[in-house]
C-alpha cells in the first residue's frame, strides 16, 4: 500500500525517536514529511535515519508552529515535553490537521476545556495515544468486564509505580522536562497509564463519569536521598527542596457508584507495575498477584489463585491480541505502541470518532491540575467537571468508535 498520511513529529527525545524507529517508519500507511524540537541535534538525528532507512527528505522544523501549517503535513503526533501537549493539540486542530498526543496530565483545567472547546469548534479530535489501554491484561480484563465475569465492578485501582530517580535527576545531562516539574509541582502527574483503561472498563463519558476526587501527597525525600548517595547527581540537588511528594495517592469518586483509586510512585526504590486491580461483587483480577478470582467459579478463596491469569487467555483473550499474537507482535512496550497507532489510524481511515476522543483526552488530562489543588487544600475534594456538558448521558451512536479497536461497549 503506498503511504497515505504524511505525519509531522513534534518532540524528538526517547519517546519521539522511538515511534519514529518502530512505528511511522515501519508502517506501510505512512510518511514522516517534517519534525520539530527545540535541539537542533535531534532533529538533525530523525532527519538522517529517516533517509537512511527509508530515503525520505524530511525538512527540520525548529517551531511547532510552523511545523503544523506546513501544506505537506496531514497528521500531527506530539510526543514533546507535557507543557507543549496542550499548545500544539489545540493549535493542529484549528490548523485542520489530525492530532495524537503522547501521555501526561494537564497543568489547568482551562487547557482541557480549550482541548474540548477546539474540537467542538473544529470536529477534529485530539486523540491521546495512552498504549496501556490496549495491553494484553487491560484488554482481556476488558472484555472479562463486559462479560461480566466479575459482577458488578465497584472499585478498580492502578498506579505508575516506576523508579525513575535517575531520569529525574539527570534532567539536566538528559534536557529532561520531568526535573523541572518535579522541582515545581506537586500532583497525580501522571494519571493515565493507569486510569484510561479503567476508564474504559467504567464507561467513563458513556454513561458513567468521574464526579469527585480527593488527593494527598506524602513529602519529598527519594531525590535527595538519590542525589546523596550518587556522585554523579548535580551535589545541589542533595539540599534542593523538591515539591513533588514521593507518594500520591487519589481517590475519584464516579457517577455510578464506584471508586478509582490512583497511585503515583517515582522516586523510591522498587519494580515497575501499574498494579491494575479490578474488583467486583463476584471477583477480582489482580495485576500484581497475577490472579484472577471468580466466587461462582472457584469458591472459596484460596492461595492456589495466585498466578492463575495464563488459564484464562485463551477464553477471555481480546480479539485485538488474538489477530495480534497470530500475525506477530511488533513494536515497542510488549507491543502496546503498535496497536494504539492501529487504532489511531484505524479511525481515520472509517472517518470515525477515535477510541480514546477529546472528551477522554480532557477528563483524563484534568485529574492532574485537580489533585494538585486537593493536595494544597490538605485532600479537600474536587469536583471534576463534566466536559461532555451532560452528553455522557446519552453519547449518540455516531459519537462512538465501532471499529475493530473499540474500547467502548
Ligand atoms: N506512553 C508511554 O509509554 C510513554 C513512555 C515514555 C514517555 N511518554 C511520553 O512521551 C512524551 C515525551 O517523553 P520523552 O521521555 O520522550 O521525553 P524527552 O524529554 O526525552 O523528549 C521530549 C522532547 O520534546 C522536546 N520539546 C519540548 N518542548 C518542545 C516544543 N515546544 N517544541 C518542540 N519540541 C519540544 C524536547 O526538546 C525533547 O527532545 C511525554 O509526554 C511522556 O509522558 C510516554
Partial sequence: MSAEYRVGVIGLGGRGMGHIHGILTERDDTIVTAVCDVYEDRMQKAVDYCKEKKGWDVAAVPCYRQLIERDDVDVVFVFSAWENHVPAAVYAMECGKQVGIE????????????????????????????????????????????????????????????????????????????????????????????????????????????????????????????????EKVNPALKTYRFAQGDIVKTNIRCANGELITLTLDTTLPRNY????????????????????????????????FYNNVK????????????????????????????????????????????????????????????????????????????????MWTHRPEWDKNHGFYALDK
Avoid at 487491560?138 to 485501582?157: D, I, L, S, T, W
Avoid at 486491580?277 to 484460596?302: I, K, L, P, Q
Wanted: with cysteine; glycine share 10%.
Fill in 103 to 230: 501521555v501526561g496530565g494537564a497543568y489547568s483545567l482551562d487547557d482541557c476545556w480549550k482541548l474540548v472547546d477546539t474540537y467542538e469548534k473544529t470536529r477534529i479530535h485530539c486523540m491521546m495515544l495512552e498504549n496501556c489501554c490496549y495491553d494484553r491484561n487491560e484488554m482481556m480484563v476488558m472484555r472479562m468486564v463486559r462479560e461480566g465475569v466479575f459482577g458488578k465492578v465497584v472499585h478498580c485501582e492502578g498506579g505508575y509505580q516506576h523508579d525513575l530517580r535517575s531520569e529525574i535527576a539527570f534532567g539536566e545531562e538528559n534536557r529532561h522536562y520531568r526535573l523541572r516539574n518535579y522541582q515545581n509541582r506537586n500532583c497525580e502527574n501522571y494519571p493515565t497509564h493507569e486510569l484510561g483503561p479503567i476508564a474504559k472498563i467504567l464507561d467513563i463519558n458513556r454513561g458513567n463519569r468521574m464526579v469527585s476526587l480527593s488527593s494527598m501527597a506524602s513529602g519529598a525525600f527519594g531525590l535527595n536521598d538519590f542525589a546523596e548517595k550518587n
Fill in 273 to 304: 507495575s501499574r498494579n491494575f486491580t479490578v474488583r467486583g461483587t463476584n471477583g477480582y483480577f489482580s495485576e500484581v498477584c497475577n490472579a484472577v478470582y471468580m466466587e461462582h467459579v472457584h469458591g472459596e478463596w484460596d492461595h492456589k
Fill in 311 to 390: 488459564e484464562y487467555r485463551e477464553q477471555y483473550e481480546h480479539p485485538v491480541w488474538h489477530k495480534f499474537e497470530t500475525e506477530g507482535i511488533k513494536g515497542g512496550h510488549g507491543g502496546m505502541d503498535w496497536l494504539v497507532f492501529d487504532a489511531f489510524f484505524e479511525a481515520l481511515k472509517n472517518g470515525e470518532v477515535p477510541p480514546i476522543d477529546t472528551y477522554d483526552t480532557a477528563a483524563w488530562m484534568a485529574i492532574t491540575p485537580l489533585s494538585e489543588i486537593s493536595i494544597l487544600n490538605n485532600g479537600a475534594p474536587q469536583d471534576i467537571p463534566d466536559f461532555t456538558r451532560g
